[in-house]
């Protein structure tokens, strides 16, 4: 038998169109501040005393309930000493980690209503945990008010099912970062293909959110990149986010934990996204020699049965929500490199063979055209810049005799051709035969330069006393 969560008290939005999550408004007051739209925001969280009044219920219970649940024996007024302060601690933590939200924990609480009250810094949290008698075991677990308030109830009448210590508590955990998604603004979503933890009805088979749940929190709040330099995020090259050093044969990435389908695991964090048109991304990465990069930006979400609650399900592409754009920049980080936009929202843009001759720091941009969230994942890979050999006239990869007979070939008075002009001074003449001569033998592989073969050393000895005797004879003509 399925357990529901409880849908969230304010109903007005559950017949939104799924996106797929199912959005509901953001907050745009908490207590530490403004919050615009797709950008970081802090919400403070706690819980409330025993006895605190709430809005329609009994007044709550949830300290002494969850000490008798827990065999707690502190009776202290510091609620982080609790054995069950943890499992809040790390549901908050998970949502935190994931993108754009930051859970503050405030400890004062000065009494007012749960489910009617703003948050104040040093009085009241954003979000209160509290708890009251609902339904009793086998029902209910809990319900949330949507922002701009976010307030919880527990249902207080379940008699074990939050004391289960499978999986660390997974069933208790998963009910509060469902309830938590409430509070952040997500509503109720359906999926018969994948299990998301924003579903109505619980589910343990998984741990926190699921891939189309994080994707509903960077929709509304932006990846965790937003919350970057004081919250202004990385949509500047100055303000960059560093993918580190990248060596030859080495690879960096972004997003790599979207890849796949809906199910994610617990441990993984690294989850990025464009929120919408006007949302930039820049990354940084540095190179110590020259090298040839490649870069693939590879549009991700899922492809998945959803509908809102109640609803028709259909097939919705979250892989093909925001047509991206690629692009590289000098380590000026305004000069354009190269820039990528050849295919429409869902496909991956790629630059390969981008050689970059200095070592230094270099920078990467991700941006939209369309006002909608878009999970992607952004993969750098380098080889060892092939670097022309000296004297290779013929650019074989190997200097031997057929470059020389190149450079004998592109001997006339007038200079003739630049293919062989080794010393890069305008002209081919016997200074670009040293240079063939001092790198004969070497090769792309490594081979270090051999010595003249004596028929051509003899050979070019005499072409050289040719060379000096025009040379002299031009010299005569122009007195």
């Not at 933890?197 to 994080?214: A, K, V």
Request: hydrophobic share 35%; glycine share 12%; charged share 20%.
């Amino acid at each position: 038998m399925k357990t529901t969560w409880l849908i969230a008290l304010v109903l007005a939005n559950s017949a939104a169109t799924a996106v797929a999550y199912v959005p509901d408004d953001a907050w745009t007051t908490t207590a530490s501040g403004r919050v615009s739209a797709g950008q970081g925001a802090t919400l403070t969280w706690g819980i409330a005393e025993d006895g605190t009044t709430i809005s329609g219920e009994d007044p709550s219970d949830l300290v002494s309930y969850l000490d008798d649940l827990f065999s707690e024996t502190s009776s202290s007024s510091d609620l982080t000493s609790r054995s069950w302060f943890s499992v809040f601690q790390q549901s908050v933590d998970r949502w935190s980690e994931l993108g754009g939200i930051t859970f503050v924990y405030e400890e004062n609480d000065n009494g007012s209503m749960v489910g009617g009250s703003a948050g104040r810094l040093g009085q009241l949290a954003d979000v209160r945990i509290a708890g009251s008698y609902n339904d009793g075991p086998s029902g209910t677990l809990a319900y949330t008010w949507l922002p701009n308030n976010g307030d919880m109830v527990i249902d207080t009448g379940e008699t074990s099912y939050f004391s289960r210590t499978a999986s660390d508590y997974r069933t208790f955990r998963n009910t509060v970062m469902h309830e938590l998604g409430h509070a952040i603004g997500l509503l109720h979503i359906e999926s018969d293909t994948s299990s998301l933890l924003m579903e109505p009805y619980i589910n343990t088979t998984f741990d926190g959110p699921q891939l189309d749940d994080i994707r509903g929190l960077h929709g509304l709040y932006g990846d965790v990149y937003e919350k970057a330099y004081s919250g202004q995020g990385n949509d500047t090259a100055a303000r960059a986010t560093s993918l580190g050093l990248l060596s030859s044969g080495g690879v960096l990435g972004v997003g790599l934990d979207a890849a796949g389908d809906q199910a994610v695991a617990a441990t993984e964090t690294d989850f990025v996204s464009i929120t919408d048109g006007s949302d930039i991304d820049y990354y940084s990465f540095s190179v110590d020699t020259p090298l040839e990069v490649s870069l693939t930006l590879t549009p991700r979400g899922g492809l998945f049965q959803q509908g809102v609650q109640g609803g028709t399900q259909s097939t919705f592409d979250a892989n093909a929500r925001n047509n991206l754009s690629l692009a590289v920049y000098d380590s000026d980080g305004s000069t354009l490199l190269e820039q990528v936009d050849l295919t429409s929202a869902g496909g991956a843009e790629s630059i390969t063979g981008l050689q970059l001759a200095a070592s230094g720091e270099y920078f990467a941009r991700v941006l939209g055209a369309d006002d909608s969230v878009q999970m992607y994942d952004l993969v750098i890979s380098a080889s060892a810049m092939l670097v022309a050999l000296a004297g290779d006239y013929n650019d074989d990869g190997l200097v031997d005799a057929a470059d020389y007979s190149v450079w004998r070939d592109s001997q006339d008075d007038i200079g003739g051709s630049l293919a062989a002009d080794g010393d890069h001074d305008g002209d081919v003449d016997l200074a670009d035969y040293v240079v063939w001569k001092n790198g004969f033998g070497s090769s792309s592989s490594g081979s270090s330069p051999l010595a003249v073969p004596e028929p051509v050393a003899t050979l070019l000895a005499a072409f050289g006393m040719l060379f000096a005797r025009h040379r002299r004879r031009a010299l005569s003509r122009g007195c």
